[in-house]
């Protein structure tokens, strides 16, 4: 952390960053402090449409974009999708045509029959329901050989990583402890992602599922609210990355129901021993569960668990572009992408971030706020 620098940009890059810097056009920058652009490496930006989900695909990516815009006025920079987004607004987004963070896009979720994938339904079969769309590839596998398919179906469809559904949701917890992809068929999948240059990320609440998948070799686990300290162990000593997403658990929407406040504190243990256990962790919010404009919060719930200052900054920004192989982003020195947050107040505290922040540049341009 440096007190005190200029930073000079061109071409939305990074040129340098030293005391006594000069360049056409000038930023004053007294009283701020400026950290990269954050990153979100677990959100869904196209989650949404009408209650009942029978919203079409056009409505569900058009209506993304305010969301999309007010993300990147929070100072979210990079947006890691999660399920729901296709390679489409990722590359609308590139092209300048929609406001937004750059996305990596896992388009839909990979799971066996019967996952939280499969939106199959009693009464009439076949469901994309409202967490999926029917210009989605289908992620649904049963084997090793349907699972490499399924990875296969993603790449071809322009996904940047795999996601996997090894467990249930914690809205239904008797499926949250359930593994529910075998050994064999996750050892597949990230054998065949490896084959194209991508990493698997996987939706894991339950401690064995979480274990199994970073001994098979994933990159993320994701959730990871019901780690113990065996499956903290392992995930550190594979070097498997946490994103805890704790905003859900942490935050909470009333009504509550009756399984919240033992999920609220199995989720914030999980998080304790990781961080005793050595896990990197970056950070990750689950958006919408919890809505879009309270993202920030979730470095409050980071710090009041336990993880020092500093390190939620890195787990939002370096560490987050650690996970993602990404080292054009997270850090203000040259040669980086010109993604940078002006932050009003002390570092230190993570109350009120949103109103906090002063302006927002990505790729060297300013953001817009409001609107």
């Not at 894991?204 to 780690?227: D, N, Q």
């Not at 080292?327 to 109350?351: C, K, M, N, W």
């Amino acid at each position: 952390m440096v007190s005190a620098a200029d930073v000079t940009v061109e071409d939305g890059r990074i040129v340098d960053v030293a005391v006594g810097l000069d360049g056409d056009v000038g930023v004053d920058c007294a009283g701020l402090t400026l950290v990269p652009g954050l990153i979100d490496c677990h959100a869904h930006m196209a989650f949404g449409g009408l209650e009942d989900g029978s919203s079409p695909p056009t409505y569900r990516l058009l209506e993304a974009v305010p969301k999309l815009r007010r993300t990147l006025q929070l100072g979210v920079t990079t947006v890691r999708d999660a399920w729901g987004a296709d390679a489409g607004l990722r590359d609308a987004i590139e092209a300048g045509h929609v406001a937004g963070p750059r996305l990596l896009v896992s388009l839909a979720q990979l799971c066996g029959t019967g996952g939280i994938g499969d939106h199959f339904r009693l009464d009439i079969g076949e469901d994309h329901g409202a967490l999926g769309s029917p210009h989605l590839p289908r992620g649904v596998f049963d084997g090793p050989m349907q699972a490499r398919n399924a990875v296969r179906r993603m790449v071809r469809s322009g996904a940047d990583v795999i996601k996997v559904a090894a467990t249930g949701s914690m809205t239904r917890p008797q499926t949250a402890d359930l593994q529910q992809v075998a050994d064999d068929e996750m050892a597949e999948i990230v054998a065949e992602a490896g084959r194209t240059g991508r990493h698997v990320m996987v939706h894991a609440h339950g401690a064995r599922a979480a274990e199994a998948a970073a001994r098979a070799g994933v990159r993320s686990i994701e959730h990871g609210a019901r780690l113990d300290e065996k499956a903290a162990a392992v995930l550190a000593e594979t070097g498997t990355w946490l994103v805890p997403t704790l905003l859900p658990s942490q935050a909470g929407e009333d009504p509550r129901p009756d399984w919240f406040a033992e999920a609220q504190q199995a989720a914030a243990q999980a998080f304790r021993w990781a961080l005793q256990a050595g896990v990197p962790i970056a950070m990750g919010t689950d958006c919408p569960v919890v809505p879009h404009e309270r993202r920030l919060e979730e470095l409050g719930h980071m710090h009041r668990l336990g993880m020092a200052p500093l390190d939620v900054w890195r787990a939002a920004t370096y560490d987050a572009a650690r996970l993602l192989d990404r080292d054009d982003i997270g850090l203000l020195e040259p040669g980086r992408r010109a993604d940078v947050v002006a932050l009003r107040g002390e570092i230190t505290s993570f109350d009120g971030l949103e109103e906090r922040i002063a302006w927002v540049r990505k790729d060297g341009h300013l953001v817009p706020a409001g609107g």
